[in-house]
Nanobody
Framework: QVQLVESGGGLVQAGGSLRLSCAAS????????MGWFRQAPGKEREFVAA????????YYADSVKGRFTISRDNAKNTVYLQMNSLKPEDTAVYYC????????????????WGQGTQVTVPS
């Protein structure tokens, strides 16, 4: 069992930065690949970024590549999402998730989810 709690969301002007954190409980955190997803009002939940259990591999959605960076600290049971050059279209609730499958872009392949944190970038 893994419990995930996101933090770090907020209101930021276009072009600004935020760093999201996702703290995990449980001793098996390091055995899971971790992902970030987001969901805007009226839209499907979409993949943002993922990182392997060791942190050695990462994968990004085209829409955030070059602007967002996913990382993890297994000693702290925490995964991060550094978001730079934010745009109004990045406005959404951001969720972290844990996958025993490995790096995946499909929400159905993730076993555990956090409650989400709101990121708002006004236009």
């Amino acid at each position: 069992q893994v419990q995930l709690v996101e933090s770090g969301g907020g209101l930021v002007q276009a072009g600004g930065s935020l760093r999201l954190s996702c703290a995990a409980s449980g001793r098996t955190f390091s055995s899971y690949a971790m992902g970030w997803f987001r969901q805007a009002p009226g839209k499907e939940r979409e993949f943002v970024a993922a990182i392997s259990w060791s942190g050695g591999r990462t994968y990004y959605a085209d829409s955030v590549k070059g602007r967002f960076t996913i990382s993890r600290d297994n000693a702290k049971n925490t995964v991060y999402l550094q978001m730079n050059s934010l745009k109004p279209e990045d406005t959404a609730v951001y969720y972290c998730a844990a996958s025993s499958y490995g790096i995946a872009t499909t929400p159905g392949l993730y076993d555990y989810w956090g409650q989400g944190t709101q990121v708002t970038v006004p236009s």
